[in-house]
């Protein structure tokens, strides 16, 4: 059993995120923690000359407001946003939390992806603890 569980969280990808919880749940040790994450990737330079919005002012609670929706309003689930590239910061994190578990989601991609999600692959090559892969 783990006692800290990642989940990440792809809005676009939300519809697997209660099998992920479901799942979650199962593997969870008594007393132990689920922690749902969103990485927003970084907006390039030259597209923020022509934004007003700074990304932590308005988008991050926005989405720390969805990912608590989409965790059903159980309030023992921690939900996080953070910026950078995916692959990267959901390992990241994982690392710097005593995370002992990843449960990332994968869609069914092509051939070039190792039949893996690009983002899934990521984690799974950087990440130092367990990765458990739900497909869609």
């Given at each position: 059993?783990?006692?800290?569980?990642?989940?990440?969280?792809?809005l676009?990808?939300?519809?697997?995120?209660?099998?992920?919880?479901?799942?979650?749940?199962?593997?969870?040790?008594?007393?132990?923690?689920?922690?749902?994450?969103?990485?927003?990737?970084?907006?390039?330079?030259?597209?923020?000359?022509?934004?007003?919005?700074?990304?932590?002012n308005?988008?991050?609670?926005?989405?720390?407001?969805?990912?608590?929706?989409?965790?059903?309003?159980?309030?023992?689930?921690?939900?996080?946003?953070?910026?950078?590239?995916?692959?990267?910061?959901?390992?990241?994190?994982?690392?710097?939390?005593?995370?002992?578990?990843?449960?990332?989601?994968?869609?069914?991609?092509?051939?070039?992806?190792?039949?893996?999600?690009?983002?899934?692959?990521?984690?799974?090559r950087?990440?130092?603890?367990?990765?458990?892969?739900?497909?869609?």
């Amino acid at each position: 059993m783990y006692k800290n569980i990642l989940i990440p969280v792809a809005l676009d990808h939300e519809n697997i995120v209660a099998r992920k919880l479901d799942t979650a749940r199962h593997l969870l040790a008594e007393g132990g923690q689920i922690t749902l994450l969103t990485v927003l990737e970084n907006v390039p330079g030259f597209v923020s000359e022509f934004v007003d919005l700074k990304i932590d002012n308005h988008l991050t609670q926005k989405v720390t407001d969805r990912l608590k929706t989409v965790a059903g309003g159980d309030s023992t689930i921690i939900c996080k946003v953070v910026t950078g590239k995916p692959g990267v910061q959901i390992a990241q994190y994982a690392d710097d939390n005593q995370i002992d578990l990843i449960l990332v989601g994968s869609h069914h991609p092509s051939a070039t992806d190792y039949f893996l999600g690009s983002t899934a692959s990521r984690v799974v090559r950087r990440a130092k603890c367990s990765v458990f892969v739900v497909r869609d």
